[in-house]
């Protein structure tokens, strides 16, 4: 276990999932940590988690958590509890995960629409926004209801309405009737416009065949075969650059946000090793609106604040 | 200072939607860093607690 202290229970998350890869059970995070990544953020003494698998593997599952190590006590929900049973990890330091499986009226298909977030070099799978919501409101406590409203007006990417409500149906009226009242609240606050790309303004986005790399003070900031151009309106095409592709070390998150109606909401770094001309040089619609969905995970560069954007480079 | 939405407050609003304007500037791998950075700091504190009670006790 790569665990040395309490307060690491996400470190021990990364190990249990470790496991579950081996046993070929599917996961997705919930609770504490899932808020936290859907914008709701505190903080946890344990890190949960729901499996693909039935009540009846749990005890052989539980088995293997044993053998590697870790201390494990698998409690079943009554009759009446909709949650059906909960398999508690633990290791020498407290650090905790719960397993959770059988929760009453959750779609097995949450598992293929899990959404990925890296932590310490590793991805993580989390439940979709969707799913996220669904659970919350189904769970109905007030925070649950805060967490909820919180994730949806924290997302900047379209939500799916249709999956949502359908979710919600499934854990029953109640959770419906949530829903309803929590996206009316989310209608009030975010009254930003949204607009769709078409004739009078069309944004077309496809790849860039050539090497594209970027340099700020002699150093490489960016260096890609798979760039995307994006040509907007009579703007000037732009070019944006994978973000697995630009050295992020190099980079500094501000503050600054703007806002696009058709794109979404943009967020923006600046490149230290260029000082003053270098600030804000960077932007990234990190959840962009549909129309656009193929810029997620790309960086753009402001051409008068970086020494180079050279195209077609050996 | 978060209120949920059950007890009406401008002050407590006002944190809630710094809070939220500061989770929106996030990346999702940011936000799971900065829980797993509260997440240590509130059990370190907790621990702490343990540990004074403790001392207590046996002082007492």
Redesign the interface.
């Known amino acids: 276990m790569r665990t040395s202290a309490s307060g690491e229970s996400t470190l021990l998350l990364l190990d249990v999932v470790q496991i579950l890869g081996k046993e070929k059970v599917d996961y997705a995070v919930v609770g504490a940590m899932a808020a936290s990544v859907y914008g709701a953020i505190r903080a946890s003494r344990d890190a949960d988690a729901l499996l693909s698998i039935g009540v009846p593997a749990l005890s052989g599952l539980e088995q293997s958590f044993r053998r590697a190590g870790f201390r494990t006590e698998l409690r079943s929900g009554d009759f009446e509890d909709p949650i059906g049973a909960v398999l508690t990890l633990q290791d020498g330091f407290d650090n905790q995960v719960d397993l959770l499986v059988g929760i009453r009226g959750f779609d097995a298909e949450a598992f293929s629409r899990s959404v990925e977030v890296a932590f310490d070099g590793e991805p993580l799978k989390f439940v979709s926004l969707e799913d996220f919501v669904a659970m919350k409101l189904f769970a109905g406590g007030p925070q649950d209801i805060a967490d909820a409203k919180i994730a949806l007006e924290v997302a900047l990417e379209p939500v799916d309405l249709n999956l949502l409500r359908k979710l919600a149906a499934r854990y029953g009226a109640q959770t419906v009737r949530s829903l309803e009242n929590v996206l009316g609240h989310a209608r009030k606050t975010n009254s930003k416009p949204i607009k769709l790309p078409g004739p009078d303004h069309p944004i077309a986005i496809s790849p860039t065949q050539d090497r594209v790399t970027v340099t700020v003070q002699g150093k490489r900031v960016a260096d890609t075969r798979e760039a995307l151009t994006l040509k907007e309106a009579a703007y000037p095409p732009v070019l944006y650059i994978p973000r697995k592709d630009v050295d992020m070390t190099q980079l500094q998150r501000t503050s600054h946000q703007t806002y696009c109606p058709y794109k979404g909401e943009c967020s923006y770094y600046s490149i230290p090793a260029g000082a003053e001309r270098s600030v804000n040089a960077v932007w990234t619609y990190e959840t962009p609106y549909a129309a656009v969905v193929e810029i997620k995970d790309y960086l753009a560069f402001y051409p008068d604040r970086v020494d180079t954007i050279e195209v077609g480079a050996a | 200072m978060?209120n949920?939405?059950?007890v009406k407050s401008k002050l407590a609003d006002h944190s809630r939607k710094t809070?939220?304007e500061a989770?929106?500037?996030q990346?999702?791998?940011?936000?799971?860093?900065?829980?797993?950075r509260?997440?240590?700091?509130?059990?370190?504190l907790?621990?702490a607690g343990k540990r004074v009670r403790a001392k207590t006790r046996v002082a007492g």
């Open positions: 978060y949920g939405g059950t809070l939220v989770a929106k500037r990346t999702r791998e940011e936000r799971l860093r900065t829980f797993v509260h997440s240590k700091l509130v059990t370190g907790a621990e």
